[in-house]
């Protein structure tokens, strides 16, 4: 998205920073943040995107070697790609299709703080995990990962932009906002609120 930004806007420098880390963005001088999960920085000004839907995903060689889960309760005795920043993530919400809520502890061998080492980590066969579907797409329409419980829900994300409120007003952040704001909601798996 921001290389399509910069062919239709070539005289806007980008300057991108990728982390899964909560920033101060004021004190960091950066203009604006996606932000995935609930937003509790009030002095920003929000512009949502709408929900980040997911799906409990795992590799066909994992699948081989470790054995495919036959109810949500298997997944205690499965490994999991875990995510160590997100707190809640020893455990795995699913919603039944009576919308009953399952409540399952995961565990694994490997524990990842970035959301592309968790994607690299599910294709690789290191585990089973949740991942949101603009991530992992691509793998799932290759057959480098499969969907696990389809009928099974997992809770959508909220999908946000951040913005320094005394930067909003600048023409090319607008410009930026504006942009992300119409291509963001094109991701497979990103549906209004």
Do not use: C
Request: net charge negative; glycine share 8%; aromatic share 6%.
């Amino acid at each position: 998205m921001i290389f399509d930004f910069q062919d239709r806007y070539p005289d806007i420098r980008i300057d991108l920073n990728l982390t899964d880390e909560r920033i101060d963005l004021a004190r960091e001088g950066i203009d604006i943040a996606l932000r995935l999960g609930p937003i509790a920085d009030d002095a920003m000004k929000l512009v949502s995107i709408g929900k980040s839907h997911r799906r409990l995903v795992g590799s066909p060689d994992y699948f081989r070697r470790k054995g495919r889960p036959t109810s949500p309760a298997d997944l205690a005795q499965h490994d999991s790609v875990v995510m160590s920043n997100i707190s809640g993530s020893d455990q795995l919400i699913l919603f039944a299709p009576d919308g009953m809520r399952l409540v399952v502890p995961v565990s694994g061998m490997l524990r990842v703080d970035h959301g592309l080492a968790a994607r690299a980590a599910l294709a690789a066969g290191r585990g089973i995990g949740p991942a949101h579907l603009w991530l992992v797409q691509d793998l799932l329409d290759a057959g480098t990962l499969e969907v696990l419980f389809d009928e099974y829900d997992l809770e959508a994300v909220p999908v946000s932009l951040l913005v320094v409120p005394e930067r909003a007003g600048v023409a090319r952040v607008r410009l930026l906002v504006d942009f992300l704001v119409t291509e963001l909601k094109k991701l497979p798996g990103i549906a209004a609120d």
